[in-house]
């Protein structure tokens, strides 16, 4: 009698627990499934309504007389009928037109095969497939969007000289607060973490005017310098937090052995503390990398990747699916840098390997 209302209790707390965890897994998987279908839609895909959950492979045409020239449709599989998307008689424009908007891409010798086929078939229509591009919108997206390559060249310069200076001046910080007791230094270490309270486009506007004095602005280590302020006070408190964790009977002991203090920091406690470093490398690439209000702020003729596929989508083009070709194009270098640092991610975390 005294169990069932205990086992009556596991039973609610497990079932909370697991419809906890498939609502966050819920919520993380369905927009990078959408974000990654949408980047496969064609343009007619990605404004119809329904929108569709998966891209079509293929897709089927129609094509009869009309009095302009010739009617060209496409089978809508929603509403299960060929829907009519241009009358025209210019070959080109429809071959453009299956290209652009539907992602077919169809060259005009062939359209001439088809309707020599109507003409000479005695056919009132004829039907046909053509096999879609899933790699066209991110082709069409290096094509269209201004300075996108070089931008994302520059992003990775401004990330990588972002890893440097924060972890340059954050992980010598942080071992001076692990390793040395001093007056105000706690307090210190508090107030580093001032600057991360202040939005980030309040401290780009100010830094606007000392870049330019400086001859920085609108340039790579501008921008790496605005991200490193914010970046650093974050190192800090990582690898103060990691090298605290690494007794200091090891470096005692190295140096007894007479390794200098310089030898003891480099074979002993930089090793150990690369985990640590790691995380630090991996949050100050992420924030560095999609950071896109104080790179519009802070650039004119070279901005990063971040701030090209924003425009995408407030430009002439503004094609949904466009700017979610660059957003995963944009997510993919955070993934690479991600995993080949896992191995160190994982050791913070209490494991060896992945």
């Known amino acids: 009698m005294n169990k069932n209302p205990i086992k009556l209790g596991k039973l609610v707390r497990r079932t909370i627990f697991y419809l906890f965890i498939v609502t966050l897994a819920v919520s993380i998987i369905l927009p990078v499934f959408f974000l990654v279908s949408l980047s496969f839609l064609s343009t007619r895909e990605s404004y119809s309504f329904p929108l569709p959950l998966l891209p079509s492979l293929k897709t ?13 449709s496409v089978y809508d599989k929603f509403d299960k009928e060929y829907q ?27 359209i001439e095969e088809r309707i020599a086929e ?35 060249l520059r992003s990775l310069q401004i990330a990588g000289l972002t890893i440097l200076i924060s972890l340059s001046i954050g992980s010598m ?3 001076a607060f692990a390793r040395y007791v001093f007056a105000g230094r ?19 506007l100010h830094m606007a005017i000392i870049l330019a004095n400086m001859g920085f602005y609108d340039k790579p280590i501008g921008l790496a310098l605005v991200y490193s302020v914010g970046s650093i006070a974050l190192t800090v408190w990582i690898t103060a937090s990691v090298f ?13 052995f007479g390794a200098t203090k310089w030898q003891t920091f480099l074979r002993v406690t930089f090793p150990l503390a690369l985990p640590g470093l790691a995380a630090a490398a991996m949050y100050t690439f992420l924030g560095a990398w ?7 702020l802070l650039t004119q003729f070279n901005p990063t990747f971040s701030v090209v596929v924003y425009q995408s989508l407030l430009g002439a083009v503004g094609n949904v699916n466009l700017t979610a070709a660059g957003g995963l194009v944009l997510a993919i270098p955070s993934l690479i840098f991600t995993f080949f640092i896992r191995k160190y991610i994982q050791q913070m975390w209490g494991g060896m390997t992945i």
Request: glycine share 6%.
């Open 60 to 72: 089927e045409y129609s094509l009869t007389h009309s009095d302009r020239g010739y009617l060209l």
């Open 84 to 110: 009519t998307v241009l009358d025209t008689a210019e070959l080109e424009k429809m071959s453009v037109y299956m290209k652009n908007q539907i992602g077919t891409p169809y060259s005009i010798p062939k």
């Open 118 to 152: 109507l003409e000479n078939g005695g056919k009132d229509t004829i039907f046909f497939s053509v096999r879609k591009n899933l790699l066209l919108n991110y082709t069409t997206f290096f094509q269209i969007t201004r300075d996108a390559v070089p931008a994302l």
């Open 173 to 175: 910080a942080g071992y």
């Open 186 to 204: 706690d307090v210190l270490k508090f107030s580093v973490l001032f600057v991360r309270m202040f939005p980030g486009v309040a401290i780009a």
């Open 244 to 256: 605290m964790g690494i007794p200091e009977s090891l470096e005692e002991a190295a140096q007894v």
């Open 290 to 296: 999609t950071e896109t209000v104080s790179a519009i």
